[in-house]
């Protein structure tokens, strides 16, 4: 991100941008109930809600970038594959490790996650959904968490401010639950600590996205076991 000690980093911009992001995701509430009683499609809730999501978080990017540009070079990433590699493995394991679904897995319980689409509604709403979660969701929001919220809070304020800040927002923006909202803090610090490492906002994508495919691949795994 541009360093220019002129900037003005401000708290307001952040708000905004989640201001952004939750109109968004009323106006596309309503756009996708109209699509879903017009159409006669059979599509899961859970597409929506995904796309919702991603597409909230997506317009949030976009209005903190066009106020804070970013300089992108991809010789940058070249010279550094072996550390976004090896920081986005170590990361993405230690959250993968920390989030696995225990409770539901070796607990024999319902799943009820509410990206889940069961296997009878379709193997190519599973893929648009994994598709979504796996490899799209991660990038953006990186960019949005780490390349935009927490380089404000951090040159706002200071480097602390920018981790505990990330995190709260982070965690609020992914689960209600007390319990759930520890684990995805402790997740966020994670993912930043890695970014702050190298420097590379590809390496927490990397470890995001490892996080989110162990997460699908288990619950699915589960779910396939206990149908047959």
């Known amino acids: 991100m541009t360093t220019n000690k002129n900037q003005t980093w401000s708290v307001w911009h952040i708000v905004n941008a989640l201001i952004v992001a939750l109109l968004f995701s009323f106006f596309f509430y309503i756009f996708s109930l109209a699509i879903r009683q017009s159409v006669n499609i059979d599509i899961p809730k859970q597409i929506f809600i995904a796309i919702s999501s991603t597409g909230s978080t997506l317009c949030a990017t976009f209005y903190l970038l066009k106020k804070y ?3 992108y070079s991809l010789n940058k990433i070249k010279t550094n594959i072996k550390n976004i590699l090896k920081w986005g493995a170590i990361g993405g394991i230690t959250i993968s490790i920390i989030q696995f679904p225990y409770t539901t897995i070796l607990g024999g319980k319902e799943i009820k996650a509410k990206l889940f689409i069961p296997s009878h509604e379709g193997i190519e709403h599973i893929t648009i959904l994994l598709v979504l979660s796996v490899i799209i969701t991660p990038i953006i929001e990186e960019l949005f968490f780490r390349l935009c919220v927490y380089k404000i809070l951090k040159n706002r304020f200071n480097i602390r401010v920018g981790y505990i800040g990330t995190a709260l927002i982070f965690s609020v923006m992914h689960t209600a639950s007390f319990f759930q909202a520890f684990l995805f803090i402790v997740s966020s ?7 702050e490492k190298t420097g590379l906002i590809e390496t927490s994508m990397l470890a995001h996205s490892i996080w989110n495919t ?6 699915y795994a589960y779910h396939i076991s206990s149908t047959i």
């Open 69 to 71: 540009p970013t300089n």
């Open 189 to 195: 610090i994670i993912l930043t600590y890695i970014y």
């Open 214 to 219: 162990v997460w699908f691949l288990s619950v």
